[in-house]
Protein backbone atom coordinates (compact mmCIF):
# COMPACT_ATOMS: atom_id res chain seq x y z
CA UNK A 1 0.00 0.00 0.00
CA UNK A 2 1.17 3.18 -0.92
CA UNK A 3 0.41 6.41 0.99
CA UNK A 4 1.17 9.68 -1.60
CA UNK A 5 0.58 13.74 -0.15
CA UNK A 6 -0.25 15.20 -3.74
CA UNK A 7 0.16 19.13 -3.75
CA UNK A 8 -1.60 21.32 -6.53
CA UNK A 9 -1.47 24.32 -7.64
CA UNK A 10 -4.13 25.86 -10.11
CA UNK A 11 -5.66 28.25 -12.23
CA UNK A 12 -6.16 30.98 -9.04
CA UNK A 13 -10.11 31.40 -9.42
CA UNK A 14 -10.60 27.62 -9.90
CA UNK A 15 -9.11 26.27 -6.85
CA UNK A 16 -12.81 25.24 -5.96
CA UNK A 17 -14.06 23.76 -9.21
CA UNK A 18 -10.05 21.54 -9.23
CA UNK A 19 -10.94 20.57 -5.56
CA UNK A 20 -14.27 19.09 -6.23
CA UNK A 21 -13.27 17.19 -9.39
CA UNK A 22 -10.13 16.14 -7.28
CA UNK A 23 -12.80 14.49 -4.41
CA UNK A 24 -14.59 12.54 -7.33
CA UNK A 25 -11.18 10.41 -7.95
CA UNK A 26 -10.99 7.10 -6.94
CA UNK A 27 -8.15 6.28 -4.33
CA UNK A 28 -8.46 9.86 -3.34
CA UNK A 29 -8.98 9.86 0.32
CA UNK A 30 -9.32 13.30 1.54
CA UNK A 31 -8.68 16.40 -0.10
CA UNK A 32 -8.61 20.79 1.10
CA UNK A 33 -7.64 23.65 -0.32
CA UNK A 34 -4.58 24.89 1.86
CA UNK A 35 -3.50 28.49 2.70
CA UNK A 36 0.21 28.53 1.89
CA UNK A 37 2.62 27.57 -1.06
CA UNK A 38 0.21 24.78 -2.12
CA UNK A 39 -3.63 25.29 -3.23
CA UNK A 40 -4.73 21.66 -2.30
CA UNK A 41 -3.54 18.59 -0.87
CA UNK A 42 -5.01 15.37 -2.23
CA UNK A 43 -4.32 12.45 -0.18
CA UNK A 44 -3.68 9.13 -2.46
CA UNK A 45 -3.82 5.54 -1.43
CA UNK A 46 -3.07 3.15 -3.92
CA UNK A 47 -2.62 -0.74 -4.14
CA UNK A 48 0.51 0.30 -6.23
CA UNK A 49 3.14 1.96 -7.62
CA UNK A 50 1.70 1.44 -11.50
CA UNK A 51 -1.74 2.81 -9.58
CA UNK A 52 -0.10 5.40 -8.19
CA UNK A 53 1.26 6.70 -11.11
CA UNK A 54 -2.32 6.66 -12.68
CA UNK A 55 -3.61 8.23 -10.23
CA UNK A 56 -1.11 11.19 -10.78
CA UNK A 57 -1.38 11.18 -14.30
CA UNK A 58 -5.42 11.34 -13.56
CA UNK A 59 -5.07 14.04 -11.47
CA UNK A 60 -2.92 15.81 -13.92
CA UNK A 61 -5.71 15.98 -16.20
CA UNK A 62 -8.15 17.45 -14.42
CA UNK A 63 -8.69 20.98 -15.88
CA UNK A 64 -6.88 24.35 -14.42
CA UNK A 65 -4.57 21.89 -12.49
CA UNK A 66 -1.27 24.06 -13.40
CA UNK A 67 1.02 21.80 -11.38
CA UNK A 68 1.72 18.90 -8.53
CA UNK A 69 4.08 17.99 -6.77
CA UNK A 70 3.94 14.14 -5.39
CA UNK A 71 5.16 13.55 -1.73
CA UNK A 72 5.28 9.97 -1.02
CA UNK A 73 5.20 8.22 2.05
CA UNK A 74 7.82 6.00 2.99
CA UNK A 75 6.15 2.85 4.60
CA UNK B 1 -9.18 39.12 14.18
CA UNK B 2 -7.08 37.25 11.77
CA UNK B 3 -3.82 39.17 9.73
CA UNK B 4 -2.86 37.86 6.75
CA UNK B 5 0.30 38.76 4.25
CA UNK B 6 -1.06 37.60 1.10
CA UNK B 7 1.79 37.55 -1.91
CA UNK B 8 0.69 37.72 -5.03
CA UNK B 9 2.53 37.16 -8.37
CA UNK B 10 1.27 38.63 -11.51
CA UNK B 11 1.33 38.43 -15.59
CA UNK B 12 4.40 40.74 -15.82
CA UNK B 13 3.46 43.67 -17.44
CA UNK B 14 0.30 43.98 -15.75
CA UNK B 15 1.83 44.39 -11.74
CA UNK B 16 0.42 48.23 -11.41
CA UNK B 17 -2.85 47.49 -12.76
CA UNK B 18 -3.05 44.12 -10.15
CA UNK B 19 -2.13 46.31 -7.37
CA UNK B 20 -4.58 49.09 -7.86
CA UNK B 21 -7.15 46.52 -8.72
CA UNK B 22 -6.40 44.49 -5.15
CA UNK B 23 -6.06 47.81 -3.30
CA UNK B 24 -9.45 49.05 -3.54
CA UNK B 25 -10.86 45.14 -2.03
CA UNK B 26 -12.85 45.45 1.40
CA UNK B 27 -10.14 44.05 4.64
CA UNK B 28 -7.10 44.97 2.40
CA UNK B 29 -5.47 47.22 4.54
CA UNK B 30 -2.85 47.90 2.06
CA UNK B 31 -0.64 46.61 -0.71
CA UNK B 32 2.30 47.07 -2.14
CA UNK B 33 4.53 46.19 -5.14
CA UNK B 34 7.93 43.74 -4.31
CA UNK B 35 11.16 43.74 -5.29
CA UNK B 36 12.13 40.09 -5.31
CA UNK B 37 10.26 37.02 -4.94
CA UNK B 38 7.18 38.01 -4.72
CA UNK B 39 5.53 41.03 -7.09
CA UNK B 40 2.72 42.18 -5.11
CA UNK B 41 1.73 41.82 -0.82
CA UNK B 42 -1.44 42.64 0.35
CA UNK B 43 -1.86 43.32 3.98
CA UNK B 44 -5.21 42.12 5.05
CA UNK B 45 -7.26 41.36 8.37
CA UNK B 46 -10.15 39.80 8.19
CA UNK B 47 -12.94 39.02 12.03
CA UNK B 48 -12.99 35.43 10.71
CA UNK B 49 -11.33 32.36 9.24
CA UNK B 50 -14.65 32.42 6.83
CA UNK B 51 -13.95 35.94 5.91
CA UNK B 52 -10.43 35.31 5.23
CA UNK B 53 -11.00 32.51 3.02
CA UNK B 54 -13.43 34.37 1.41
CA UNK B 55 -11.02 37.67 0.79
CA UNK B 56 -8.23 34.71 -0.64
CA UNK B 57 -10.54 33.80 -3.14
CA UNK B 58 -11.57 37.35 -3.83
CA UNK B 59 -7.76 38.66 -4.74
CA UNK B 60 -7.86 35.14 -6.49
CA UNK B 61 -10.05 36.21 -8.88
CA UNK B 62 -8.35 39.42 -9.94
CA UNK B 63 -7.44 39.45 -13.45
CA UNK B 64 -3.58 38.74 -14.32
CA UNK B 65 -3.29 36.92 -10.97
CA UNK B 66 -1.14 34.23 -11.61
CA UNK B 67 -0.46 32.78 -7.97
CA UNK B 68 -1.07 33.53 -4.17
CA UNK B 69 0.84 32.69 -1.04
CA UNK B 70 -1.35 33.19 1.96
CA UNK B 71 1.06 34.10 5.19
CA UNK B 72 -1.27 34.19 8.25
CA UNK B 73 0.07 35.63 11.36
CA UNK B 74 0.21 33.53 14.25
CA UNK B 75 -1.97 35.74 16.72
CA UNK C 1 -11.46 22.51 14.13
CA UNK C 2 -8.77 23.34 12.32
CA UNK C 3 -6.46 20.94 10.19
CA UNK C 4 -3.03 21.24 9.37
CA UNK C 5 -0.16 19.75 7.43
CA UNK C 6 3.16 20.44 8.84
CA UNK C 7 6.00 19.72 7.19
CA UNK C 8 9.14 19.07 8.63
CA UNK C 9 13.17 18.90 7.79
CA UNK C 10 15.14 17.46 10.49
CA UNK C 11 18.58 16.58 11.16
CA UNK C 12 19.53 13.99 8.10
CA UNK C 13 20.36 10.95 10.32
CA UNK C 14 17.62 11.47 13.27
CA UNK C 15 14.16 11.61 10.67
CA UNK C 16 13.36 8.24 12.58
CA UNK C 17 13.38 9.43 16.14
CA UNK C 18 12.00 13.45 15.21
CA UNK C 19 8.62 10.60 13.64
CA UNK C 20 8.49 8.64 16.64
CA UNK C 21 8.62 12.00 19.16
CA UNK C 22 6.20 13.60 16.64
CA UNK C 23 3.99 10.89 16.49
CA UNK C 24 3.56 10.68 20.63
CA UNK C 25 2.47 14.25 20.46
CA UNK C 26 -1.35 14.96 21.59
CA UNK C 27 -3.48 16.46 18.31
CA UNK C 28 -1.04 14.65 15.91
CA UNK C 29 -3.74 12.43 14.00
CA UNK C 30 -0.81 10.67 12.16
CA UNK C 31 2.43 11.57 10.69
CA UNK C 32 4.97 10.24 7.73
CA UNK C 33 8.54 10.29 6.32
CA UNK C 34 8.55 11.21 3.01
CA UNK C 35 10.53 10.59 -0.44
CA UNK C 36 10.83 14.14 -1.64
CA UNK C 37 11.41 18.27 -0.52
CA UNK C 38 10.07 17.56 3.14
CA UNK C 39 11.19 15.07 5.52
CA UNK C 40 8.12 14.18 7.65
CA UNK C 41 4.41 15.38 7.22
CA UNK C 42 2.53 15.99 10.59
CA UNK C 43 -1.01 16.11 10.37
CA UNK C 44 -2.86 17.78 13.60
CA UNK C 45 -5.74 18.91 14.10
CA UNK C 46 -6.87 21.74 16.91
CA UNK C 47 -9.88 22.97 18.68
CA UNK C 48 -9.30 26.34 17.97
CA UNK C 49 -6.14 28.59 16.49
CA UNK C 50 -4.58 29.19 19.89
CA UNK C 51 -4.39 25.29 20.13
CA UNK C 52 -3.19 25.29 16.70
CA UNK C 53 -0.58 27.28 17.82
CA UNK C 54 0.57 25.68 20.87
CA UNK C 55 0.83 22.36 18.68
CA UNK C 56 3.01 24.02 16.32
CA UNK C 57 5.60 25.30 18.84
CA UNK C 58 5.44 22.06 20.52
CA UNK C 59 6.47 20.54 17.18
CA UNK C 60 9.24 22.66 17.07
CA UNK C 61 10.69 21.78 20.30
CA UNK C 62 11.43 18.25 19.08
CA UNK C 63 15.24 17.95 19.22
CA UNK C 64 16.66 17.41 15.68
CA UNK C 65 14.08 19.35 14.01
CA UNK C 66 15.65 21.88 11.50
CA UNK C 67 12.35 24.32 10.10
CA UNK C 68 8.68 23.39 9.64
CA UNK C 69 6.02 24.72 7.11
CA UNK C 70 2.63 24.37 8.31
CA UNK C 71 -0.07 24.22 5.28
CA UNK C 72 -2.84 25.30 6.90
CA UNK C 73 -6.68 23.37 5.42
CA UNK C 74 -9.41 26.15 4.24
CA UNK C 75 -12.39 24.66 6.27
CA UNK D 1 10.77 56.30 2.78
CA UNK D 2 11.67 52.94 2.45
CA UNK D 3 9.23 49.95 3.49
CA UNK D 4 10.77 46.84 3.60
CA UNK D 5 9.23 43.13 4.86
CA UNK D 6 11.50 41.26 6.16
CA UNK D 7 11.20 37.53 5.87
CA UNK D 8 13.28 36.04 9.29
CA UNK D 9 13.45 32.14 10.13
CA UNK D 10 14.61 31.07 13.04
CA UNK D 11 16.31 28.24 15.18
CA UNK D 12 13.38 26.20 15.74
CA UNK D 13 12.34 26.42 19.11
CA UNK D 14 13.38 30.14 19.79
CA UNK D 15 10.57 31.55 17.24
CA UNK D 16 8.85 33.36 19.83
CA UNK D 17 12.42 34.70 21.73
CA UNK D 18 13.35 36.18 18.33
CA UNK D 19 10.16 38.16 17.44
CA UNK D 20 10.70 39.73 20.87
CA UNK D 21 13.84 41.25 20.52
CA UNK D 22 13.21 41.99 16.84
CA UNK D 23 10.49 44.18 18.28
CA UNK D 24 12.45 46.11 20.27
CA UNK D 25 14.32 47.31 17.30
CA UNK D 26 14.26 51.08 16.53
CA UNK D 27 12.38 51.37 13.27
CA UNK D 28 10.80 47.67 13.15
CA UNK D 29 7.15 49.16 13.05
CA UNK D 30 5.42 45.74 13.37
CA UNK D 31 6.33 42.24 13.60
CA UNK D 32 4.42 38.91 13.49
CA UNK D 33 4.99 35.12 13.74
CA UNK D 34 3.62 33.34 10.77
CA UNK D 35 2.15 30.21 9.43
CA UNK D 36 4.30 28.98 6.68
CA UNK D 37 7.65 29.57 4.58
CA UNK D 38 8.93 32.00 7.00
CA UNK D 39 9.09 32.20 11.02
CA UNK D 40 8.78 35.85 11.32
CA UNK D 41 7.70 38.90 9.44
CA UNK D 42 9.15 42.59 10.43
CA UNK D 43 7.70 45.77 8.89
CA UNK D 44 10.31 47.90 8.35
CA UNK D 45 10.93 52.00 7.54
CA UNK D 46 13.99 53.84 6.91
CA UNK D 47 14.38 56.70 5.51
CA UNK D 48 17.58 55.73 3.31
CA UNK D 49 18.35 52.58 1.92
CA UNK D 50 21.98 53.33 4.59
CA UNK D 51 19.21 53.30 7.12
CA UNK D 52 17.78 50.05 5.27
CA UNK D 53 21.03 48.28 5.45
CA UNK D 54 22.00 48.85 9.18
CA UNK D 55 18.60 48.01 10.09
CA UNK D 56 18.98 44.48 8.15
CA UNK D 57 22.42 43.83 9.56
CA UNK D 58 20.87 44.22 13.03
CA UNK D 59 18.03 41.91 12.24
CA UNK D 60 20.50 39.37 11.64
CA UNK D 61 22.65 39.67 14.47
CA UNK D 62 19.84 39.09 16.27
CA UNK D 63 20.68 35.46 18.30
CA UNK D 64 19.02 32.03 16.73
CA UNK D 65 18.06 34.02 13.59
CA UNK D 66 19.24 31.89 10.65
CA UNK D 67 18.44 33.52 7.49
CA UNK D 68 16.54 36.53 6.18
CA UNK D 69 14.96 38.01 3.13
CA UNK D 70 14.15 41.31 2.49
CA UNK D 71 11.24 42.27 0.31
CA UNK D 72 11.67 45.97 -0.23
CA UNK D 73 8.32 47.55 -1.73
CA UNK D 74 8.82 49.85 -4.71
CA UNK D 75 7.89 53.37 -3.87
CA UNK E 1 33.08 15.83 -21.97
CA UNK E 2 29.97 17.20 -19.95
CA UNK E 3 27.60 15.69 -18.35
CA UNK E 4 24.11 17.18 -17.14
CA UNK E 5 21.09 16.66 -16.01
CA UNK E 6 18.01 18.96 -17.30
CA UNK E 7 15.31 18.79 -15.08
CA UNK E 8 11.88 19.53 -17.08
CA UNK E 9 8.64 20.66 -15.73
CA UNK E 10 5.67 20.18 -18.56
CA UNK E 11 1.81 20.93 -19.22
CA UNK E 12 0.36 18.45 -16.48
CA UNK E 13 -1.39 16.50 -18.74
CA UNK E 14 1.62 16.37 -21.39
CA UNK E 15 4.20 15.03 -19.55
CA UNK E 16 4.50 11.11 -21.34
CA UNK E 17 4.27 13.06 -24.75
CA UNK E 18 7.08 15.47 -23.81
CA UNK E 19 9.23 12.45 -22.16
CA UNK E 20 9.06 10.71 -25.90
CA UNK E 21 9.66 13.64 -27.66
CA UNK E 22 12.62 14.15 -25.15
CA UNK E 23 14.03 10.60 -25.42
CA UNK E 24 14.20 11.06 -29.24
CA UNK E 25 16.82 14.28 -28.92
CA UNK E 26 20.39 13.00 -29.53
CA UNK E 27 23.08 13.32 -26.76
CA UNK E 28 19.80 12.80 -24.48
CA UNK E 29 21.23 9.12 -23.13
CA UNK E 30 18.54 8.64 -20.44
CA UNK E 31 15.26 10.13 -19.42
CA UNK E 32 12.39 9.22 -16.84
CA UNK E 33 9.44 10.58 -15.61
CA UNK E 34 9.51 11.94 -12.17
CA UNK E 35 7.69 12.40 -8.73
CA UNK E 36 8.48 15.15 -6.98
CA UNK E 37 9.51 19.06 -7.73
CA UNK E 38 10.53 18.15 -11.47
CA UNK E 39 8.40 15.85 -14.03
CA UNK E 40 11.03 14.56 -16.18
CA UNK E 41 15.04 14.40 -15.69
CA UNK E 42 16.93 13.81 -19.05
CA UNK E 43 20.55 12.43 -18.45
CA UNK E 44 22.53 14.65 -21.74
CA UNK E 45 25.89 14.03 -22.73
CA UNK E 46 27.36 16.75 -24.57
CA UNK E 47 31.23 17.00 -26.00
CA UNK E 48 31.40 20.83 -25.74
CA UNK E 49 29.30 23.54 -23.82
CA UNK E 50 28.48 24.82 -27.17
CA UNK E 51 26.90 21.63 -28.14
CA UNK E 52 25.81 21.37 -24.22
CA UNK E 53 24.06 24.59 -24.86
CA UNK E 54 22.53 23.47 -28.33
CA UNK E 55 20.80 20.28 -26.42
CA UNK E 56 19.49 22.74 -23.82
CA UNK E 57 17.87 25.12 -26.07
CA UNK E 58 16.38 22.02 -28.48
CA UNK E 59 14.64 20.64 -24.97
CA UNK E 60 13.27 23.67 -24.52
CA UNK E 61 11.37 23.64 -28.09
CA UNK E 62 9.43 20.84 -27.29
CA UNK E 63 6.12 21.48 -27.37
CA UNK E 64 4.67 21.66 -23.81
CA UNK E 65 7.45 22.00 -21.93
CA UNK E 66 7.25 25.01 -19.80
CA UNK E 67 10.45 25.28 -17.75
CA UNK E 68 13.75 23.63 -17.50
CA UNK E 69 16.83 23.68 -15.11
CA UNK E 70 20.18 22.53 -16.09
CA UNK E 71 22.52 20.71 -13.38
CA UNK E 72 25.85 20.46 -14.84
CA UNK E 73 28.19 18.16 -13.37
CA UNK E 74 31.63 19.18 -11.76
CA UNK E 75 33.71 17.04 -14.02
CA UNK F 1 23.82 54.44 -7.49
CA UNK F 2 21.55 51.33 -7.54
CA UNK F 3 23.15 48.01 -9.03
CA UNK F 4 20.50 45.14 -9.39
CA UNK F 5 20.30 42.04 -10.58
CA UNK F 6 17.10 41.23 -12.61
CA UNK F 7 16.97 37.23 -12.51
CA UNK F 8 14.64 36.67 -15.57
CA UNK F 9 12.33 33.63 -16.85
CA UNK F 10 10.73 33.03 -20.11
CA UNK F 11 8.92 30.98 -22.25
CA UNK F 12 11.22 28.31 -22.80
CA UNK F 13 11.82 28.48 -26.71
CA UNK F 14 11.90 32.41 -26.96
CA UNK F 15 15.25 32.23 -24.00
CA UNK F 16 17.31 33.92 -27.12
CA UNK F 17 15.41 36.51 -28.61
CA UNK F 18 14.20 37.82 -24.94
CA UNK F 19 18.04 37.99 -24.38
CA UNK F 20 18.36 40.46 -27.37
CA UNK F 21 15.70 42.43 -26.51
CA UNK F 22 16.76 42.88 -22.34
CA UNK F 23 20.06 43.68 -24.00
CA UNK F 24 18.76 46.89 -26.05
CA UNK F 25 17.16 48.48 -22.93
CA UNK F 26 19.04 51.62 -21.85
CA UNK F 27 20.84 51.16 -18.36
CA UNK F 28 21.13 47.17 -18.80
CA UNK F 29 24.70 47.07 -18.39
CA UNK F 30 25.33 42.95 -19.63
CA UNK F 31 22.91 40.08 -19.80
CA UNK F 32 23.17 36.49 -19.92
CA UNK F 33 21.22 33.42 -20.60
CA UNK F 34 21.89 30.98 -17.62
CA UNK F 35 22.28 27.31 -17.05
CA UNK F 36 19.92 26.59 -13.86
CA UNK F 37 17.24 28.39 -11.91
CA UNK F 38 16.75 31.21 -13.99
CA UNK F 39 17.07 31.72 -17.70
CA UNK F 40 18.51 35.45 -18.54
CA UNK F 41 20.38 37.57 -15.71
CA UNK F 42 20.59 41.39 -16.70
CA UNK F 43 22.59 43.69 -14.55
CA UNK F 44 21.10 47.31 -15.15
CA UNK F 45 22.34 50.11 -12.71
CA UNK F 46 19.95 53.16 -11.90
CA UNK F 47 20.73 56.62 -10.17
CA UNK F 48 17.64 56.34 -8.21
CA UNK F 49 15.76 53.83 -6.96
CA UNK F 50 12.59 55.40 -9.17
CA UNK F 51 15.10 54.86 -12.64
CA UNK F 52 15.27 51.01 -10.93
CA UNK F 53 11.23 50.74 -10.77
CA UNK F 54 11.11 52.00 -14.05
CA UNK F 55 13.99 49.43 -15.91
CA UNK F 56 12.30 46.42 -13.89
CA UNK F 57 8.97 47.50 -15.65
CA UNK F 58 10.17 48.06 -18.78
CA UNK F 59 12.18 44.42 -18.57
CA UNK F 60 8.09 42.35 -17.64
CA UNK F 61 7.26 44.46 -20.91
CA UNK F 62 9.57 41.94 -22.92
CA UNK F 63 7.71 39.47 -24.80
CA UNK F 64 7.64 36.01 -23.47
CA UNK F 65 8.82 37.26 -20.29
CA UNK F 66 7.34 35.00 -17.31
CA UNK F 67 8.85 36.42 -14.65
CA UNK F 68 11.50 38.73 -12.71
CA UNK F 69 13.09 38.68 -9.48
CA UNK F 70 15.02 41.74 -9.00
CA UNK F 71 18.38 40.94 -6.49
CA UNK F 72 18.92 44.41 -5.39
CA UNK F 73 22.90 45.43 -4.34
CA UNK F 74 23.29 46.75 -0.39
CA UNK F 75 25.92 49.84 -1.44
CA UNK G 1 13.38 -1.79 -9.90
CA UNK G 2 13.68 1.31 -8.31
CA UNK G 3 15.42 3.98 -10.05
CA UNK G 4 16.03 7.67 -7.57
CA UNK G 5 18.02 10.77 -8.11
CA UNK G 6 19.16 11.80 -4.48
CA UNK G 7 20.14 15.15 -4.50
CA UNK G 8 22.49 15.94 -1.57
CA UNK G 9 23.76 19.44 0.34
CA UNK G 10 26.52 19.23 2.37
CA UNK G 11 28.75 21.22 4.98
CA UNK G 12 29.89 23.90 1.90
CA UNK G 13 33.69 22.57 2.34
CA UNK G 14 32.96 18.93 2.77
CA UNK G 15 31.42 18.33 -0.88
CA UNK G 16 34.18 16.09 -2.18
CA UNK G 17 34.75 14.01 1.04
CA UNK G 18 31.00 13.20 1.27
CA UNK G 19 31.07 12.48 -2.76
CA UNK G 20 33.86 10.02 -2.40
CA UNK G 21 31.59 8.00 0.59
CA UNK G 22 28.51 8.21 -1.16
CA UNK G 23 30.28 6.44 -3.88
CA UNK G 24 31.25 3.89 -1.60
CA UNK G 25 27.50 3.10 -0.50
CA UNK G 26 26.30 -0.14 -2.15
CA UNK G 27 23.37 0.77 -5.01
CA UNK G 28 24.72 3.54 -5.47
CA UNK G 29 25.40 3.73 -8.85
CA UNK G 30 26.93 6.75 -9.46
CA UNK G 31 27.48 10.18 -8.10
CA UNK G 32 28.13 13.54 -9.12
CA UNK G 33 29.25 16.95 -7.62
CA UNK G 34 26.62 19.56 -9.79
CA UNK G 35 27.17 23.40 -9.93
CA UNK G 36 23.90 24.78 -9.00
CA UNK G 37 20.71 23.89 -6.48
CA UNK G 38 22.14 20.56 -5.52
CA UNK G 39 25.53 19.56 -4.23
CA UNK G 40 25.98 16.21 -5.03
CA UNK G 41 23.33 14.02 -7.48
CA UNK G 42 23.67 10.21 -6.30
CA UNK G 43 21.62 8.05 -9.03
CA UNK G 44 20.16 4.61 -6.89
CA UNK G 45 19.12 1.49 -7.63
CA UNK G 46 16.91 -0.23 -5.63
CA UNK G 47 14.76 -4.07 -6.00
CA UNK G 48 12.57 -2.98 -3.38
CA UNK G 49 11.13 0.60 -2.05
CA UNK G 50 11.77 -1.12 1.42
CA UNK G 51 15.52 -1.08 -0.14
CA UNK G 52 15.41 2.59 -1.34
CA UNK G 53 14.29 3.75 2.11
CA UNK G 54 17.40 1.89 3.74
CA UNK G 55 19.49 3.44 0.72
CA UNK G 56 18.21 6.83 1.46
CA UNK G 57 18.43 6.36 5.15
CA UNK G 58 22.22 5.47 4.44
CA UNK G 59 22.81 8.24 2.76
CA UNK G 60 21.80 10.79 4.93
CA UNK G 61 24.13 8.97 7.87
CA UNK G 62 27.09 10.06 5.77
CA UNK G 63 28.87 12.98 7.39
CA UNK G 64 28.35 16.42 6.19
CA UNK G 65 25.55 15.79 4.88
CA UNK G 66 22.73 18.83 5.61
CA UNK G 67 19.69 17.85 3.70
CA UNK G 68 18.51 15.25 0.87
CA UNK G 69 15.82 15.11 -1.91
CA UNK G 70 14.71 11.79 -3.57
CA UNK G 71 13.00 12.14 -6.81
CA UNK G 72 11.97 8.62 -7.70
CA UNK G 73 11.70 7.89 -11.16
CA UNK G 74 8.10 6.34 -12.46
CA UNK G 75 8.29 3.09 -14.00
CA UNK H 1 36.37 32.01 -21.30
CA UNK H 2 33.62 30.76 -18.61
CA UNK H 3 31.44 33.39 -16.47
CA UNK H 4 29.39 32.74 -13.41
CA UNK H 5 27.49 34.27 -10.79
CA UNK H 6 28.00 32.47 -7.27
CA UNK H 7 24.91 32.70 -5.15
CA UNK H 8 26.26 32.55 -1.21
CA UNK H 9 24.21 32.43 1.91
CA UNK H 10 26.16 32.96 4.81
CA UNK H 11 25.58 33.09 8.98
CA UNK H 12 23.60 35.60 9.79
CA UNK H 13 25.74 38.50 11.21
CA UNK H 14 28.73 37.46 8.96
CA UNK H 15 27.42 39.03 5.99
CA UNK H 16 30.54 41.39 5.85
CA UNK H 17 33.26 39.44 6.85
CA UNK H 18 32.11 36.71 4.03
CA UNK H 19 32.17 39.30 1.23
CA UNK H 20 35.44 40.76 2.30
CA UNK H 21 36.95 37.68 1.92
CA UNK H 22 35.63 36.09 -1.06
CA UNK H 23 36.32 39.98 -2.51
CA UNK H 24 40.24 38.77 -2.25
CA UNK H 25 39.86 35.76 -3.75
CA UNK H 26 41.64 35.75 -7.25
CA UNK H 27 39.04 35.63 -10.58
CA UNK H 28 36.47 37.21 -7.94
CA UNK H 29 35.59 40.05 -10.74
CA UNK H 30 33.52 41.59 -8.50
CA UNK H 31 31.07 40.82 -5.31
CA UNK H 32 28.57 42.33 -3.77
CA UNK H 33 25.51 41.90 -0.82
CA UNK H 34 21.92 41.49 -1.69
CA UNK H 35 18.56 41.98 -0.11
CA UNK H 36 16.76 39.00 -0.87
CA UNK H 37 17.11 35.44 -1.90
CA UNK H 38 20.98 35.54 -1.72
CA UNK H 39 23.27 37.33 1.32
CA UNK H 40 26.18 37.36 -1.76
CA UNK H 41 26.34 37.38 -5.46
CA UNK H 42 30.13 36.66 -6.54
CA UNK H 43 30.88 37.10 -10.54
CA UNK H 44 33.75 34.81 -11.20
CA UNK H 45 35.50 34.12 -14.57
CA UNK H 46 37.54 31.41 -15.19
CA UNK H 47 39.54 30.46 -18.31
CA UNK H 48 38.64 26.57 -17.75
CA UNK H 49 35.79 24.55 -16.30
CA UNK H 50 38.95 22.89 -14.54
CA UNK H 51 39.59 26.75 -12.98
CA UNK H 52 35.82 27.54 -12.02
CA UNK H 53 35.91 23.93 -10.41
CA UNK H 54 38.70 25.56 -8.65
CA UNK H 55 37.13 28.70 -7.55
CA UNK H 56 33.84 27.53 -6.58
CA UNK H 57 35.44 24.87 -4.28
CA UNK H 58 37.47 27.76 -2.56
CA UNK H 59 34.64 30.12 -2.28
CA UNK H 60 33.50 27.19 -0.33
CA UNK H 61 35.69 27.07 2.10
CA UNK H 62 35.59 30.98 2.87
CA UNK H 63 34.28 30.41 6.92
CA UNK H 64 30.81 31.68 7.70
CA UNK H 65 29.09 30.34 3.97
CA UNK H 66 26.38 27.92 4.70
CA UNK H 67 25.73 27.67 0.79
CA UNK H 68 26.31 28.64 -2.60
CA UNK H 69 24.75 28.40 -6.00
CA UNK H 70 26.47 28.98 -9.33
CA UNK H 71 24.44 30.19 -12.40
CA UNK H 72 26.95 29.81 -15.00
CA UNK H 73 26.37 32.11 -18.27
CA UNK H 74 25.59 30.47 -21.59
CA UNK H 75 28.45 31.65 -23.77
Redesign the interface.
Known amino acids: M ?4 VMV ?1 TV ?2 Q ?2 RVLEEIKEIERVEEA ?7 DI ?1 AVVKAET ?1 EEL ?1 GL ?2 RI ?2 VKH ?11
Chains 1, 2, 3, 4, 5, 6, 7, 8 share one sequence.
Open positions: TLAFNPDMEYMLYGVYVTKILRTVLSTLTLMAIS
